[in-house]
């Protein structure tokens, strides 16, 4: 699924966080561009005495909407500002954002919510520029304990444009009652462990793995899916766009889809699958979330490599659940993908001082706390509030879950789907031309050449 549906239809939730350089300080994590700092302390209450309405839009979504509960607090101590929710399905999100902003009806404050990213609002103008404003109110990220490397990764030519609020990390989930029974040992979260390797997961994955007839006695040993399609590369070492994109709001002078590194790295995923046997087929996963729910809630998958929201539904269970790092898949600086959701302030908004008074309470430490429980877990991108967030989930040791968010961001990079313009049509695009490959039908020298073509033409629209 689109990695920005993650909230709203999260598998878990079901059953019950530039580049290159920007990220260095996070040992290995890019953005799209340079960060611009902001000055002297913060400042509190509206900018003027009359009373305005901003606007808030998100997704019709309990993880999203929780936010009303805020409001009441938030505007007693800024009398002079209301504030309004406008909310949209998931589906719905970017369509409706686009005809309220034609029809003169911008929201004040949103997020790439929707299908479309981050590079891609930039690049359609949407997004007010907030380095004067930051300097006009002194805002200092510091002050919200917001990590220098993730305010990096939504500025582009120096110039800031979001306010990181929440952060979502790739980590792996792993269902230790089926490792108690093979009699294997639980993966490290220590991010730092050299012995712990893409080639020693599928060890394991091999000892559990057991493919029968009776669909009720099969399971698996590993589900990878590490980010969106078309990133999936550089988790081996593989660089699918130029390394101008992250510096240009996210429009590569180049892509490299059909080249032999690429293709290599796309073979050692679909060898989980077709060579090795230790991963489900699409087929077997949609039948099984057809009877039971998604395969790892069933009990049916050893480890699961995907997004930290899948952690959401976790105290729910039906088996012990461990959380663990990422393997080392061959690149020695990315091995996470991060998930940063910026509050972005629109530029058709009539009152943006306003709306950033309202950004800066989100981001406050007593704020991004209350909100992990309203939204049924959310991470804070607050660093102080991200200690009540690793103490969330019942049964599993808040050191491992500290342990695997802090080694992601280390070792992380900023979704694409955030960082490249038009990614809404290369997602899809991705998802219909890798289908013969998933089921087995068609070979990835024969898909590649095609998907370098169409991602080249649709990054010239």
């Given amino acids: 699924m689109n990695t920005r549906n993650r909230k709203t ?24 561009g340079d960060v611009a700092a902001g000055n002297n ?32 607090d938030f505007e007693k101590e800024h009398p002079n500002i209301r504030v309004k929710v406008e909310k949209a399905p998931y589906e719905q999100f970017d369509s409706k954002l686009q005809t309220l902003i034609a029809g003169g009806k911008s929201p004040d404050v949103t997020s790439h919510y929707g299908y479309g990213g981050f590079a891609e609002y930039y690049n359609k103008g ?37 306010i990181p609020v929440n952060m979502y990390v790739t980590l792996m989930l792993y269902n230790k009652d089926m490792f108690d029974a093979a009699k294997l040992s639980y993966p490290p979260s220590d991010y730092e462990d050299k012995s712990w390797t893409f080639d020693k997961m599928v060890e394991k994955a091999k000892q559990m793995t ?51 590194k690429v293709i290599a790295a796309y073979q050692k995923l679909f060898d989980l699958i077709f060579k090795d046997k230790v991963s489900p087929t699409s087929e077997w996963s949609k039948s099984v979330a057809g009877q039971n729910g998604d395969p790892f809630v069933a009990g049916k ?6 997004g930290s929201w899948n952690l959401a539904g976790a105290n729910d269970f039906p088996f012990k659940i461990g959380v663990a790092a990422v393997p080392w898949g061959g690149n020695e600086k990315v091995r996470s993908t991060l998930f940063v959701d910026p509050l972005l302030i629109l530029k058709g908004s009539k009152h943006p001082k306003e709306a950033f008074e309202w950004i800066k309470y989100l981001m406050t430490t007593e704020v991004q706390e209350k909100s992990i429980e309203l939204s049924g877990g959310n991470p804070p991108v607050n660093t102080e509030a ?17 342990k695997v968010y802090e080694g992601a961001v280390k070792y992380g990079f900023e979704s694409y ?17 890798m289908q013969p490959v998933e089921t087995g039908h068609q070979t990835l020298e024969e898909v590649m050449p095609v998907i370098q073509k169409k991602v080249t033409e649709i990054i010239k629209r």
């Fill in 210 to 260: 057991v493919v029968s007839d009776d669909i009720a006695k099969t399971q698996y040993g590993v589900d990878f899916t590490w980010s969106e399609r078309d990133m999936r590369p550089l988790y081996f070492g593989a660089e699918p766009y130029s390394e101008d994109t992250w510096t240009n709001g996210g429009v590569p002078s180049e892509t490299h889809f059909d080249s032999p």
């Fill in 41 to 72: 302390g913060a400042a509190s209450g509206g900018s003027t005495e009359e009373q305005v309405t901003i606007t808030h839009y998100t997704i019709d979504s309990e993880d999203r909407t929780f936010i009303e509960k805020l409001i009441p």
């Fill in 301 to 306: 998958i050893g480890m699961s490599i995907g």
């Fill in 9 to 32: 239809s999260s598998l878990l939730l079901a059953a019950g966080l530039t580049v290159m350089a920007a990220l260095s300080g996070c040992s290995g994590g890019k953005s799209a």
């Fill in 126 to 162: 949407m997004l007010l520029d907030l380095t004067d404003l930051i300097k006009e109110v002194g805002f200092k990220p510091e002050d919200y304990h917001i990590p220098d490397n993730l305010m990096k990764i939504y500025t582009v030519k120096d110039r800031t444009y979001g």
């Fill in 417 to 433: 789907n955030h960082l490249i313009t038009n990614y809404s049509q290369i997602n899809d695009m991705f998802i219909n031309e």
């Fill in 386 to 402: 991200a200690e009540e967030y690793y103490k969330h989930f019942d049964g599993i040791d808040p050191a491992d879950v500290k």
